[in-house]
C-alpha cells in the first residue's frame, strides 16, 4: 500500500484560492492513477478529480473550470488547485492512489488522512 499525506488545506473566503497536495511513498509514482475526492459533514465521500498516469484528467461537474489537478512525478506528488471557492466546497479532502484505474476511488487504492477545507460565506 502507498502511504499518502494531504497538506494545503484551511480556512478561506468565498471566491478565495487553495492549493492541495498529496505526497506519496512510493518509487513508482509516475504508474499510479491518483484522484481527489471530498466528504461534507452528513454526506458520503465523492469524486472530485482524477489525473491517471497518462496525464488525462476528469473532472466532476460542480468543480470543472474552478479546479485543477495536476501531478509532479519527480515530487510524487498530485495537487488540486481549486479556485473560485464557494461555500459548498467545504468538505474534507483525501488523495487517493490506484495501480489499476478500475480501484480508483475505492478502497482498493490507498487513501490519505484528509486535509480540512472551509469556505466562508
Not at 22 to 44: D, E
Not at 98 to 114: K, T
Request: glycine share 12%.
Amino acid at each position: 500500500q502507498v502511504q499518502l499525506v494531504e497538506s494545503g488545506g484551511g480556512l478561506v473566503q468565498d471566491g478565495g484560492s487553495l492549493r492541495l497536495s498529496c505526497v506519496a511513498s512510493t518509487s513508482i509514482f509516475a504508474l499510479y492513477h491518483m484522484g481527489w475526492y471530498r466528504q461534507a459533514p452528513g454526506k458520503q465521500r465523492e469524486f472530485v478529480a482524477t489525473i491517471r498516469r497518462d496525464g488525462v484528467t476528469n473532472y466532476a461537474d460542480s468543480v470543472k473550470g474552478r479546479f485543477t489537478i495536476s501531478r509532479d512525478n519527480t515530487k510524487n506528488t498530485v495537487y488540486l488547485q481549486m479556485n473560485s471557492l464557494k461555500p459548498t466546497d467545504t468538505a474534507v479532502y483525501y488523495c487517493n492512489a490506484a495501480f489499476d484505474i478500475r480501484g480508483l476511488g475505492s478502497d482498493v487504492g490507498s487513501w490519505g488522512q484528509g486535509t480540512q477545507v472551509t469556505v466562508s460565506s
